[in-house]
């Protein structure tokens, strides 16, 4: 029996639990990801360090943005994390908060992003950001998440979105660079995703969504990540020429991180066609620093 005097105790006790719960659906680990291109597409488009309160308000604004994308999308998707290994230990298959809880928190999230990016930044970049919030909660996750094989492909968009809002901050419109830097991060989230998605293949088999891992067979979605990575390696060649501050100081390491990232899904695929891979997910790993690697090359050379 629990007394007066323990409950304030106990109370204490659970609210930083249920704090890191709320926390949690966020997803901040991709939250920090998708914030890594949000701050050298800003600067292309001041053409060096945009003011800090646009910088902190298009940052924290694009935060909200995405952890409202992320939570609308545990919630909807709690049935099938209960199935799934790799998501059992989220909070609502856990049972930490309830459903209605995480939905009302997810929809608060999305009313804060869009009213601080519409008070501190433009009417595009707000724009922009509602857009991404309802493809990816609603379009990617409600829609085609369980329907169709090509469902990585639609959520790359929304995924590349925060390039685009970063420009809209700075410039209120947009232009070939934010098109381009949008189409780099775009190609490069299919194999950044393929590789993750096969290293928990039957997770997802288990739940019955349709990733290209489930559907496909491995060399297929090898041969579908190699693609794709020549893609971004394609593409990311092109920001230099539209974006008349872009030199050398980025074009090099982009040729070298881009052969790097192809070079990993050359090596990926052939591990797939032999029918063995004992590293599933290095080319993930390569993927993260490629992208890291890529956005601090633009912001040097737009600073130098």
Request: charged letters at 10%.
């Amino acid at each position: 029996m629990t007394t007066l005097s323990e409950r304030p105790a106990v109370q204490a006790g659970r609210l930083p639990v249920t704090v890191r719960a709320y926390v949690a659906l966020t997803k901040p680990k991709l939250i920090e990801l998708l914030l890594v291109t949000t701050v050298p597409a800003m600067m292309l488009a001041a053409g060096g360090w945009p003011s800090w309160r646009l910088l902190l308000a298009t940052l924290v604004g694009g935060t909200l943005a995405a952890g409202a994308s992320n939570t609308i999308n545990c919630w909807y998707d709690r049935d099938i994390d209960r199935l799934m290994h790799r998501t059992q230990k989220r909070p609502l298959p856990m049972g930490v908060i309830s459903s209605g809880g995480a939905l009302v928190f997810g929809i608060v999230l999305a009313c804060a992003s869009l009213a601080l990016l519409w008070s501190e930044t433009t009417p595009l970049a707000t724009a922009l950001a509602a857009g991404a919030i309802l493809a990816y909660s609603v379009l990617y996750t409600m829609v085609l998440k369980r329907r169709t094989r090509h469902n990585t492909v639609f959520g790359g968009l929304p995924g590349a979105a925060p390039v685009l809002i970063g420009w809209a901050a700075v410039t209120g419109s947009l232009a070939w660079p934010a098109i381009v830097f949008f189409g780099i991060v775009f190609c490069w989230q299919m194999p950044h995703f393929w590789a993750l998605a096969m290293r928990f293949r039957e997770d997802y088999a288990r739940a019955g969504v349709p990733m290209l891992s489930v559907v496909a067979t491995p060399a297929e979605v090898g041969r579908q990540s190699l693609a794709w990575a020549w893609g971004t390696l394609a593409v990311s060649l092109l920001l230099g020429p539209v974006t008349p501050a872009i030199d050398w100081i980025y074009t090099v390491p982009a040729v070298a991180l881009g052969a790097w990232f192809v070079w990993e899904a050359h090596q990926w695929l052939a591990r797939l066609r032999a029918g063995r891979d004992e590293r599933p997910m290095k080319l993930f790993h390569v993927s993260i620093t490629y992208m890291t690697l890529l956005s601090i090359a633009i912001i040097v050379d737009v600073l130098v």
